[in-house]
């Protein structure tokens, strides 16, 4: 046991780890839906992903899983309403700044 590992601290059993997993999951898209002022250019500076990513990440899962729903399924789960409404109502035009930070972290 490394000394990090608290003698009290069980193994998880994938149940447990899935559950864990979809929790955090959920977590964080309540986190995103609830900082829609942080734009997708930024989340690609920052931390090399963005809300697009994860609902492509999303849809990949769907497929792993033979589970069929459509691009547009998955970017309503991740931007939780239609990616449209989304772009109409949160996004904003990226500024001469944003786009050569992204182009600076995308050549990388």
């Given at each position: 046991?490394?000394?990090?590992?608290?003698?009290?601290?069980?193994?998880?059993?994938?149940?447990?780890q899935?559950?864990l997993?979809?929790?955090?999951?959920?977590?964080?898209?309540?986190?995103?839906?609830?900082?829609?002022?942080?734009?997708?250019i930024?989340?690609m500076?920052?931390a090399g992903?963005?809300?697009?990513?994860?609902s492509?990440?999303?849809?990949?899962?769907?497929?792993?899983?033979?589970?069929?729903?459509?691009?547009?399924q998955?970017?309503?789960?991740?931007?939780?309403?239609?990616?449209?409404?989304?772009?109409?109502?949160?996004?904003?035009?990226a500024?001469?700044?944003?786009?050569?930070?992204?182009n600076?972290?995308?050549?990388?």
């Amino acid at each position: 046991m490394s000394e990090n590992t608290s003698a009290h601290t069980q193994e998880l059993t994938e149940a447990q780890q899935d559950k864990l997993d979809a929790q955090a999951f959920r977590r964080l898209l309540s986190h995103l839906d609830n900082r829609k002022d942080v734009q997708n250019i930024e989340l690609m500076i920052l931390a090399g992903f963005c809300r697009n990513c994860f609902s492509k990440w999303y849809k990949a899962a769907a497929d792993d899983l033979e589970i069929e729903i459509s691009d547009d399924q998955a970017r309503e789960r991740i931007y939780g309403m239609p990616y449209s409404e989304w772009k109409e109502n949160h996004q904003l035009p990226a500024t001469e700044e944003q786009m050569a930070a992204f182009n600076k972290v995308m050549k990388k």
